[in-house]
């Protein structure tokens, strides 16, 4: 928590740009950074501030661009020398950094991922109490009784509470979005009696839970409202930030570092062997149609002058992918 | 922790000094996941969490000597620690904790 991070603290709910802190949380010295350093990871890989050199700059990247893939913090420890280490589970990381130079460092990743968004329609009792308990679950909330103005990008849930206002084009408009959670609030005759009459495929009437929320036996406007809540997360998780960490199977074993892992392109360094994010922020060079994908500016010059090193780089790379 | 971090700025806006403890890992049953922050300011006001109540106190004073001292520390708290028993984190994990001076 340095300078470097301090205008993006608050920023991702205004701009909705993902990004992860990096912080120095321990050394074995020799290193060249010291507790408290910390660095921003922009989605591009872009690296601001300092987490210790070139070298753990390229595996930080690569690990917080993982991090910004699956919503979870990384508690990632990075080594010198050759060699992998399963991951240590409980959201511990051990890497091995070739070009490190003999120190060790702990680095704590975080992602800062936009909301998830909800948009109430009517200005009902229901939708105003439920408006009111979403900001306090973690979503960040629209309230709206134009069923003409388009829905936010990335959308999460739809809630449609207008008394019969607007209910029909605020449906159409949700079904038509394709926003994952849409609710209807009203009674089962007059829910069903409504839809019925949209022109939609039985498969999009399909998608509209009527009545919304989960049967909790709930009777004023704030019950009514949790029950949409509760039904919202278990059929699409947490309110949480916008990640897939919910969509993922959680108990597979993670992937091996070298696999694509997450949404995260992954490459191995042909000169030092090490795996790192195959995105435009990473340094990389291309020989007929092949790019090549390096640590730093000492691997990728290593490269450039042995074309020797380049044809048996290859197949390495290859062959360990 | 971005819930805190909306604290902090608010904080660090009005003139106050702001020390922050962050979960890094946890082990077994935590309290409260990697991520979960708390924020101290130099006038002892507190935002967030980082063990449900467990640990909080003591980790307010240590977060309270990094805002004077600006060192920043690691701090670990479990079962088979005890000063972990004085300080009360009956949960049976362990939860790792940065704690840093705000230096925005």
Sequence with gaps: ?321 | MDDVLDQVQRWVADGRRVALATVIGTENSAPRDPGAALAVNDEGEVAGSVSGGCVESAVVIEAMEVLEAGVPRRLSFGIGDADAFAVGLTCGGTIHLFVERVDW
């Design chain 1, 1 to 321: 928590m340095t300078q470097a991070t301090a205008p993006l603290a608050g920023a991702v709910d205004k701009a909705r740009q993902p990004w992860v802190s990096a912080t120095v949380v321990q050394v074995e010295r020799p290193t060249s950074a010291r507790p408290g350093d910390s660095a921003v990871v922009h989605a591009d890989g872009r690296i601001e501030g300092f987490v210790g050199g070139v070298c753990a700059e390229s595996t930080v990247r690569m690990h917080a661009l993982q991090a910004m893939a699956t919503g979870e913090p990384v508690l990632l420890r990075v080594v010198p020398g050759e060699g992998e280490t399963p991951p240590d589970g409980d959201g511990m990381v051990t890497v091995h950094n070739p070009c490190l130079s003999g120190g060790a460092l702990q680095i704590f990743l975080e992602p800062h991922l936009p909301r998830r968004r909800i948009t109430v329609y009517g200005s009902s009792p229901v939708a105003r109490a439920l408006a009111d308990l979403s900001r306090h679950v973690g979503y960040e909330v629209t309230e709206s009784e134009d069923a003409d103005a388009a829905l936010a990008d990335e959308t999460t849930a739809v809630v449609v509470a207008s008394l019969g206002r607007i209910d029909e084009p605020a449906l159409l408009r949700a079904v038509g979005a394709g926003v994952p959670y849409i609710g209807f609030v009203a009674s089962p005759k007059r829910g069903g009696a409504v839809l019925a009459n949209l022109d939609l495929s039985a498969e999009d009437r399909a998608r509209v839970h009527t009545p919304a929320g989960l049967d909790i036996g709930a009777r004023t406007a704030h019950e009514i409202a949790l029950s949409i809540l509760a039904e919202l997360i278990s059929l699409h998780g947490s309110s949480g930030p916008a990640a897939s960490r919910h969509e993922a199977p959680s108990d597979e074993a993670p992937a091996a570092v070298g696999e694509a892992q997450g949404a995260v392109a992954t490459a191995v360094d042909p000169i030092c062997g090490m795996t790192v994010a195959a995105v435009a922020a990473t340094l990389h060079s291309e020989h007929d149609g092949v790019v090549a994908w390096f640590c730093s500016e000492g691997c990728l010059r290593a490269f450039e002058q042995d074309p020797a090193r380049r044809g048996g780089a290859r197949e390495r790379s290859t062959a360990s992918t």
